[in-house]
């Protein structure tokens, strides 16, 4: 049988309740932002890899808006449902910082009223 070692296998592995997984907290009160506004929520530096984003309303951000969740220009998440009361975890495909990369959500579906949580879930790599 044939064996390969990955090249994860020789990483340091954190013994912490969470690994060295970390969490940063963007929060925004939008009135009336009509569909395709971009918010800019978080600047997020070179060396992180990004595992996930978690998205929460208080109370929604009204009937049929959803939100496209961007890194720079790689769309992350789309159509996330916040017409009403909602939290999300979102996991991706680990995406790695080669630059200062700012975190934005896009209004799509209808104009959005209201307060949005996006917390992108991220290791620290280093470069």
Same mark, same amino acid.
């Given at each position: 049988?044939a064996?390969?070692i990955?090249?994860t296998?020789r990483d340091t592995?954190?013994?912490?309740a969470a690994?060295?997984? %970390?969490?940063a907290?963007? *929060?925004?009160?939008v *009135?009336a932002?009509?569909?395709d506004t971009?918010i800019?929520?978080?600047?997020?530096?070179?060396?992180?890899?990004?595992?996930g984003?978690?998205?929460?309303?208080? %109370?929604?951000?009204?009937?049929?808006v !959803?939100l496209?969740? *961007?890194?720079?220009?790689?769309v992350?998440?789309?159509?996330?449902?916040?017409?009403t009361q909602? %939290?999300?975890?979102i996991?991706?495909?680990?995406f790695?910082l080669?630059e200062? !990369?700012?975190? !934005?959500?896009?209004?799509?579906?209808a104009?959005a009223?209201? /307060?949005? /949580?996006?917390?992108?879930?991220y290791v620290?790599?280093?470069?």
């Open positions: 049988m064996k390969v990955a090249q296998m592995v954190y013994a912490g690994g060295n997984l %970390s969490i907290f963007g *929060k925004i009160d *009135k932002a009509v569909v971009e800019e929520m978080l600047e997020l530096p070179i060396g992180l890899e990004v595992v984003v978690r998205v929460a309303t208080e %109370s929604g951000l009204g009937a049929d !959803t496209d969740i *961007k890194l720079n220009n790689k992350i998440a789309s159509a996330v449902n916040v017409a909602s %939290s999300v975890v996991p991706i495909q680990p790695y080669v200062k !990369t700012v975190l !934005t959500v896009v209004v799509k579906g104009a009223t209201g /307060s949005v /949580s996006v917390m992108p879930e620290s790599v280093g470069f």
